[in-house]
């Protein structure tokens, strides 16, 4: 399927300059999004993934189903406040300012292979964060499956060891 | 599946003397998470339902993968400002204070069937908020699907009209 069609690009959000690729009209379409899920779960269907990782909240809208279809656990990584158990807190630095990301500390088990998912990758800050939170708590990290990737942006190369796969690019 | 065996229970989050009902451990069991969307998904498989709705942050990881498994399409209900496209505005009045939802206003076509699908039923305010901007779009609610029912706050006399189910009730 070429997912370009499915998804919309608006011009100037959230900032002037930006031409925002959205989901939304992938995911409201029941085709396409059956498919995109189907797509990614397959790519890494025969590496035995315990538990799917997936940053809030577009991360969730992608993972979860990424999670059911892979038979494996979904497991959420949020800003902070929102878990209520206890928290692995990982703060990293944004081209302006610095952001906050947090794991439950019992999320996952030392030995658990997880597959990171997400809507985007872009700059590869937070899968950057997101992966490092998971080898903390001993995690082995198998690779990285997102809807879109913007290529210009070269945030696979932080990942060479990852397997990384996009559906569409950009 | 005793989905209460699943669920953590946290005291005193996010407010002293709320007893918080966690998901998060059920979600990262994959077996319970894949049960759970099963019995959602299956209660209404009869009902020919087009699109699930859920509201952000947890009923993506909920609604997403039921929306999957009905083959149906995944709109997400947004806090302000995340949503990129043209949006319908929704507020109301909490115990103290206001809320304010927003929807994509070419999300749900006119029509549609649609079920609700979030992680949590309380008072019911979100449910009922999101039940009408559905209605709004001109969709027609088909029923609300949740984990967790707390039935002491009767959020379910909202909607004496609609099939509610939930998969635990405290």
Known sequence: MDYKT????????????????????????????QQSIDDLA???????IDIVVGPEARGFAVGAP???KLRAGFVPIRKPGKLPGDVLRYEYSLEYGKDVLEIHRDAILPGQRVLIVDDLLATGGTAHATAKMIEQLGGEVVGLGVLIELTYLKGREIFPHYRIVSLAQY
Chains 1, 2 share one sequence.
């Open 6 to 33: 499915k998804i919309r690009v608006i011009p100037d959000f959230p900032t002037p300059g930006i031409r925002f690729k959205d989901i939304t009209t992938l995911l409201q379409d029941g085709e396409a999004f």
């Open 66 to 68: 990424v999670a059911y």
């Open 42 to 48: 397959a790519a890494f269907a025969n590496e035995n």
